[in-house]
């Protein structure tokens, strides 16, 4: 079972526009978590994270949201522009394991 | 410049063929781990070390090995591959686990026939 959901496969988003992508968790002992963007033929590379004693983290145009009644955490990035078009990867922390959810593609379209 | 490199980049090999595919880091990281990612499950942990001669199982363990024996050196060991462990794989290092990023390495796509 996965403790780490993206069900959103893929997302498309008008450049320019907001892009939300979504993330939700079923165990509550995570308390880091953190985005990381995956183009082909690379490996993926890091976002942007939060600690679960927030609620929001702000890097340029990327905001990570969580909200950790609801264990579900959003990556909004405003604007939107065809370089970020890529695999958006949600990640948690549960004592030394990284937990990895599935993955989103997001494609911004010009 | 600071990476994570890893060889083979591609790698095509028969069941049961003993395989090693290398890892290594210049920053002095002390975390690092393996992880193998799969179409719609994203990327699942295979083994991670802390520190040298200090390693653990992670989600996916079963049918490989790691070694720590230098710092910057973690190979993955496929004792024995078979056609399930076809994948891509992620090699990955952060300064500690004080909740730092991961560095990931390029990738390794592997195929077992």
């Known amino acids: 079972d996965q403790q780490v959901k993206q069900n959103s496969p893929s997302l498309s988003v008008q450049e320019g526009r907001i892009s939300i992508l979504n993330c939700d968790y079923t165990n509550s002992m995570f308390d880091y978590f953190l985005w990381y963007k995956k183009y082909p033929a690379e490996g993926p590379t890091f976002l942007i994270s939060i600690s679960s004693i927030k609620d929001k983290n702000e890097d340029g145009r990327f905001t990570v949201f969580l909200n950790k009644s609801a264990k579900h955490l959003s990556l909004h990035i405003v604007p939107s522009q065809p370089g970020d078009s890529a695999v958006y990867f949600c990640a948690a922390i549960n004592g030394q394991n990284f937990v990895f959810g599935p993955g989103t593609r997001l494609s911004v379209l010009p | 410049e600071a990476q994570v490199t890893q060889n083979p980049r591609y790698l095509i090999t028969v069941t049961g063929k003993k395989l090693t595919v290398t890892c290594s880091q210049n920053m002095n990281h002390e975390y690092m781990s393996w992880y193998r990612q799969d179409p719609g499950l994203g990327l699942r942990q295979i083994y991670y070390?802390?520190?040298?001669?200090?390693?653990d199982k992670g989600d996916v363990p079963e049918g490989y090995k790691v070694s720590r024996k230098e710092k910057r050196n973690f190979p993955l060991i496929l004792e024995s591959p078979s056609p399930n462990q076809t994948s891509l794989y992620f090699c990955a290092s952060s300064l500690d686990l004080t909740y730092n990023e991961q560095f990931f390495g390029p990738g390794t796509r592997l195929t077992v026939l």
């Open positions: 070390s802390m520190n040298v001669e200090v390693t």
